[in-house]
């Protein structure tokens, strides 16, 4: 069972900057997607950022809309690692963050599809 750990998250200031990290246990075969989830009060759980990689070697990243020009995913696949590094915080970006991964073909923002998911780290934003 992958075991993925997130670290990172804190209490900023609007427009302050953090960068959250995942680390899994053992590295998940391709094709992989992991990603990061928020889950803010009140909301439901939304989809921020996924790597997916078909097993070429090539990742393809995307970001949602309600954080882009934000937030960036990237990874280190030789210490199982993904980050989040989020830029220009806002109080509405306040929540807990969730890492997530899969082996599975093809990625999407939906949480179902997601077999692996850490424990989270909480971020608050201040105004």
């Known amino acids: 069972q992958v075991q993925l750990v997130e670290s990172g998250g804190g209490s900023v200031e609007a427009g302050g900057s953090l960068r959250l990290s995942c680390v899994a246990s053992?590295?998940?075969?391709?094709?992989?997607?992991m990603s990061w989830f928020r889950q803010s009060p009140g909301k439901e759980r939304e989809g921020l950022a996924f790597?997916?990689?078909?097993?070429?070697?090539?990742?393809?990243?995307n970001v949602a809309d309600s954080v882009k020009g934000r937030f960036s995913i990237s990874r280190d696949n030789a210490k199982n690692g993904l980050f989040l590094q989020m830029t220009s915080l806002k109080p509405e970006d306040t929540g807990m963050y969730y890492c997530?991964?899969?082996?599975?073909?093809?990625?999407?923002?939906?949480?179902?599809?997601?077999?692996?998911w850490g424990q989270g780290t909480q971020v608050s934003v201040s105004s």
């Open positions: 997530a991964a899969v082996h599975t073909y093809g990625c999407d923002f939906r949480a179902a599809i997601f077999t692996y």
């Open positions: 053992e590295s998940i075969a391709s094709p992989v997607c």
């Open positions: 790597i997916y990689n078909r097993g070429d070697d090539e990742d393809f990243a």
